[in-house]
């Protein structure tokens, strides 16, 4: 069965870092849009990173700019979220998804985890 599996939520200090990670299972992914979501209650699920596997071309908003990077690990079939300079203002549930282009909403993105919770305290 495929699907993504992400890990390495919890909770942390404002100021930290920490790193996501979204293992693909059940496949060898060949997808080319490739991103990281985050949703806090009652909101839908925003981008904050997709990555083009086919332009090799990366966008960040602007509000993780300079302090959030995605990499992937074809070999791993994974895909890394670095996050650092943590704020409050981070916490969120985050996922990870893929699908056959990149694209700056969810709606773009056909497979996805289950999402992994990341809550930042001042």
């Known amino acids: 069965q495929v699907q993504l599996v992400e890990s390495g939520g919890g909770s942390f200090q404002a100021g930290g870092s920490l790193i996501l990670s979204c293992a693909a299972t059940?496949?060898?992914?060949?997808?080319?849009?490739t991103g990281w979501f985050r949703q806090v209650p009652g909101k839908g699920r925003d981008r904050v990173v997709t990555?083009?596997?086919?332009?090799?071309?990366?966008y960040y908003v602007d509000y993780v700019k300079g302090r959030f990077t995605i990499s992937l690990s074809t070999a791993m079939n994974t895909v890394f979220l670095e996050m650092t300079s943590l704020t409050p203002e981070d916490t969120a549930k985050y996922y990870c998804?893929?699908?056959?282009?990149?694209?700056?909403?969810?709606?773009?993105?056909?497979?996805w985890g289950k999402g992994t919770k990341v809550t930042v305290s001042s």
């Open positions: 998804a893929t699908g056959p282009n990149v694209a700056s909403c969810e709606s773009g993105y056909n497979l």
């Open positions: 059940g496949f060898r992914s060949r997808t080319n849009g």
């Open positions: 990555n083009g596997a086919s332009t090799g071309r990366t």
